[in-house]
């Protein structure tokens, strides 16, 4: 057996310091440099990173019964509770049941079709906006959650949905400076920021308590996740948790399903933009009825969540002695995966950091490693809305690519930005047309783009444990509209 490279870093901090400067930087440097498994010391704790397809298969799917989540995902809980994200072991096995049918099936195409009322509120506000400019951040997070909240819950533009807006874009950076923080929990809830996020939780969980009971009371079968959720607590028997678990159950899909979504499409537009040949052919696949273009549409989906994947950090501990690429890992161990490095490792990328749809052409994705590509996880916990993500994703680029172009205007610096999500930062001002008869207006003559690589994107720090990947609303991306 043999061992592997330890990283140990200064003393005490191990490497942790570099790591909370810039996380993406960081974990991309040394998994290109530090083979399939290294150790590496980041505080007090030890991690091994695993770096190899193969290996992370092994992690997740061909002996995926030793590994489960670390104890890191416990500062989630303030704000995810107790349900399907966070739980283990057979507690996370009911949950997981419970959720599924509504991703199956007819529950699947009726939350599909639940969701394009808001697609079409989206692209009429775009026409509304056309020739001023626009946040894009805020948009793509409110056409999600807007999408979220029609097919899960079976609400539109309520107050509810106003107050669960306004309650996340306090909660999620609260949520982020949790995770790392270094400040006693007694002393950091007397900060104005804990303080503001904690009358934004008290309202979310009020206004999601007001969803519950009032489907509580609704004696009509829905099919939506919240209805199968209801009616499955039900069937179970009520208990003094069932509010409870409600509750952790629904903010777990409120979250999960619109931050992953807003940072896709975010990404999607921004790197279309920097690639406009591949816009043009987006576009040029849409001509015809609804639903042209969603193959293309799905891989310009999936290539952008290579290059900008919804979860960019995963972590695991081993229940039991195992061995990995012929090292130890003894019970107790944690392990990391960084699937932002993964995803750009040029052992297992041609061309790791250019924007190429057609990886995901069926002759070339059949290449893949398993264990390489891991946008929705992967084993037992893979992403229970995976197939859901997809379609709306599709959905949302063929509706607004037969409408709308968005051109980034020259000589902006973009960053990512990693925390519990990573987003794009800073403001992303870009000019938007509408496809149709109206006049291109003229671009503004401006510096070149600055970047770093062929997908435009800097990394900056920020800190960040696992990942649901959005671009947060403060991150002020904006566009500007014009016909095309």
């Not at 969980?205 to 009371?217: D, F, G, M, Q, S």
């Not at 003094?240 to 979504?261: I, N, P, Q, W, Y």
């Not at 932002?340 to 790791?352: I, S």
């Not at 291109?440 to 070149?448: G, V």
Request: hydrophobic residues 45%; glycine residues 6%; positive net charge.
């Amino acid at each position: 057996m043999s061992g592997c490279p330890f990283l140990a870093g200064r003393p005490i901090v191990g490497h942790l310091m570099a790591m909370r400067r810039d996380p993406l930087l960081f974990h991309q440097a040394i998994s290109n440099n530090n083979g399939d498994i290294f150790k590496l010391r980041l505080g007090l704790e030890t991690f091994f990173v695993v770096n190899h397809p193969n290996l992370i298969d092994h992690v997740f799917t061909k002996n995926t019964s030793n590994y489960v989540k670390s104890h890191h995902y416990k500062r989630m809980n303030y704000l995810l509770g107790d349900g399907i994200f966070t739980a283990t072991g057979e507690e996370w096995k009911r949950r997981r049941r419970l959720a599924q049918p509504a991703f199956q099936g007819d529950s699947l195409t009726a939350a599909f079709d639940a969701m394009k009322p808001a697609v079409q509120s989206f692209l009429a506000r775009m026409s509304t906006a056309s020739g001023s400019t626009i946040s894009l951040s805020a948009e793509a997070t409110r056409l999600s959650l807007d999408m979220v909240l029609r097919a899960f819950f079976g609400i539109n533009d309520s107050s509810d949905a106003a107050v669960i807006a306004s309650a996340l874009a306090e909660l999620m950076p609260e949520l982020d400076r949790r995770i790392w923080a270094i400040l006693p929990p007694a002393v950091r809830a007397l900060t104005p920021a804990a303080r503001r996020a904690k009358a934004a939780l008290k309202a979310i969980n009020e206004a999601l308590h007001r969803l519950i009971v009032r489907r509580l009371k609704d004696d009509e079968v829905r099919d939506n996740l919240l209805g199968l959720l209801v009616r499955a607590e039900r069937d179970a028997g009520w208990s003094t948790e069932s509010l409870k678990r409600l509750r952790d159950e629904a903010m777990v899909f409120l979250v999960a399903g619109h931050e992953t979504t807003a940072s896709t499409l975010t990404w999607a537009w921004y790197l279309l933009s920097l690639h406009p040949s591949i816009g043009r052919q987006l576009e040029a696949s849409v001509v015809g009825a609804p639903g042209e273009g969603s193959e293309w549409a799905e891989r310009i989906f999936q290539e952008t969540m290579r290059l900008h994947p919804p979860g960019w950090l995963l972590t695991r501990s081993a229940l039991k002695d195992d061995v990995l690429g012929g090292v130890r890992i003894p019970a107790g161990a944690n392990l990391i995966v960084c699937i932002h490095a993964l995803h750009r490792h040029p052992r297992v990328w041609p061309n790791p950091e250019g924007f190429d749809p057609d990886r995901f052409l069926p002759e070339n994705a059949k290449n893949i490693p398993k264990g390489a590509y891991l946008p929705f996880g992967a084993g037992d916990r893979v992403c229970i809305g995976r197939r859901l993500a997809m379609m709306q994703g599709a959905l949302v680029l063929t509706e607004t690519a037969r409408q709308f172009r968005f051109d980034l205007v020259p000589g902006q610096r973009i960053v990512a930005k990693a925390a519990v999500t990573v987003h794009a930062s800073p403001a992303v001002r870009v000019v938007v047309s509408t496809r149709g008869s109206f006049a291109t207006l003229a671009r503004p003559i401006a510096p070149p783009t600055t970047t770093t690589n062929v997908a435009g994107v800097e990394s900056r720090a920020g800190p960040q444990l696992d990942a649901l990947s959005h671009p947060s609303p403060d991150a002020g991306v904006v566009l500007q509209c014009r016909r095309a």
